[in-house]
């Protein structure tokens, strides 16, 4: 063995130090520059040299799909396995931006989901879930006839697949509402000088048996004005009209027009009913009040964002004595919920503090909900509009969207950070929360089916998403035919009978100007491609 001594021990030290002798000349101190060998190049990653793994770790890590990490000014490119440059700029010439490698990652994500609906077996919606477990469980009588009912629809929601209708629009769809049959589908689209149409769909079984055919309108309605929101309106009877928020334009204030759903439709020419324009300026929602102690009446929310850029605008085109006028008229328009009676013209106005993004009526009492952009939700008794208010939740962010359930105890919320809350009004506190809704900025619908249990939704990101109301699962999520764009989010419409009673069920999707149709039935009606 051997004999350890002092001067190997300095070698060492001197070896740790850097120092370094060459013949013929003292020693001096320099730089040691690191070099792996073959072997440690083998389980060197971009991590540094501290991260060397052995064949069987460097195998398993990358059946991993680890992520890279991230170097300021590079991205990672998985299939190349290696870093690039981004180039400075946001510009169509400079495909190395971190926006167009974002598509890019979500295009191809779209692709593989398009390509995983597109297959005939699909992962069931909960494990242990299907069709014959749960028809035996019902026979054993093991399962309630509501649970039962409630978990078929969840099965179904699984194995639909997307048809492409025989229908061609001329103009891109901006929003779609059916009416609370499902017999007829209003439909806003934007025409491409930049006003919209108006006009209604029709629907009925084919003769093929599963599938739907689509029946436009004969008389469409155009006008100037952008959409700011809609509901459907009961003057005459369930739904005999639309309720319309409508943006100015140029020197024209906005205003919220009632239109009957005859009026497109050549053969009730003579029976149009009652057509009225109210001047609510900026009004950013409505509803439409179903009590019967205020018969056809309506609310809508009012705001002063906008009126800055106008009062700018307006003050190089007319005269003084004209602006002094219009700016007393705007002086009464900041944040204020007005409650309107659609035929005498009675009015009833209250100042709030915010922004009314949302409002829902309920029908047992009349109690007026409203969201707004602080993210607070309250409620106003219309039987007394000067009273306080009757009650105040409060969510993150601004709401988007507010739903009654028929249960008027609870109350459904979304908001622009995509969370989507269940309320107890009594409570005052959330019971129920689904996850995976994404939005940043956009006023998106939440759409209730009850009877089914289901509640969906269409995120910022294209993707439509499909919940169960009673605990909050997410069921599947369906992407878009279309690719991702600001102006391609897809309007839907969601029913167990499109057409009416002898409708059939599915998901009704309008994108752009083609129209999909997501049967339950996928044995009768022939998939396409999207």
Known sequence: MKKWTWKEDRRVQRGQQGYTRH???????????????????????????SSRTSDNEISSSSSDNSVAPELPGFY????????????????????????????????????????????????????????????????????????????????????MRCCKLDHQSADNFRTIMADSTCEQVFTVSDMSYGGCKYSCLGFSRSSSGGSLTVKMCDNPYFTNYKVNSLCWASV???DSHVLLCLVGVANRLGSITLLPTALFSNSDSNQTGMCCNFKIPMAWCCAWC???????????????????????????????????ARLHL??????????????????QTISVDSDILAQQFCVG??????????????????????????????????????????DENYLLAADMSGQIKLWDIRARKPVQEYRGHYNEHAALPIHVSEPEGLLLTVGQDCYTRFWSLRDGHLLRT???????????????????????RTGVPGLLMAVKKDLYYFPYNTDETTPQEA
């Open 236 to 238: 005459n009877h369930l």
């Open 365 to 406: 009492v009349p109690l007026l909900f409203n969201g707004c952009r602080s993210g607070e939700i309250f409620s106003l008794d219309a039987r007394n509009m000067r009273g306080s208010k009757a009650t105040s939740l409060k969510q993150d962010s601004a709401i988007t969207s507010l739903r009654i359930l028929q």
């Open 330 to 347: 705007l002086a009464g328009l900041s944040y204020q919920v007005v409650l309107q009676q659609a035929v005498s013209g009675k009015r």
């Open 290 to 324: 179903l009590h019967p102690q205020f018969d056809k009446w309506f609310s809508a929310g009012q705001g002063h964002k906008i009126f800055h850029t106008f009062i700018h605008v307006i003050s190089v085109a007319i005269c003084a004595h004209n602006l002094k």
């Open 478 to 500: 369906i992407p878009s035919p279309h690719p991702a764009a600001s102006d391609a989010i897809p309007s839907v419409v969601f029913s167990s009978s499109l057409g009416g």
């Open 23 to 49: 013949p013929g000349r003292g020693r001096y101190r320099g730089r040691r520059r690191w070099r792996p060998s073959w072997e440690d190049r083998d389980g060197y990653d971009a991590a540094g040299p």
């Open 76 to 159: 990672f490119d998985s299939e190349k396995n290696r870093y690039f440059r981004l180039l400075p700029g946001n510009n169509n010439c400079n495909p190395l931006t971190r926006e167009h490698l974002k598509k890019k990652s979500q295009e191809k994500e779209r692709a593989r989901m398009l390509e995983e609906d597109g297959k005939a077996t699909k992962k069931a919606p909960r494990a242990g879930l299907n069709a014959s477990l749960l028809l035996q469980n019902r026979r054993l009588g093991l399962l309630a006839e509501m649970s039962y009912h409630r978990q078929v629809h969840e099965c179904r929601i699984s194995t």
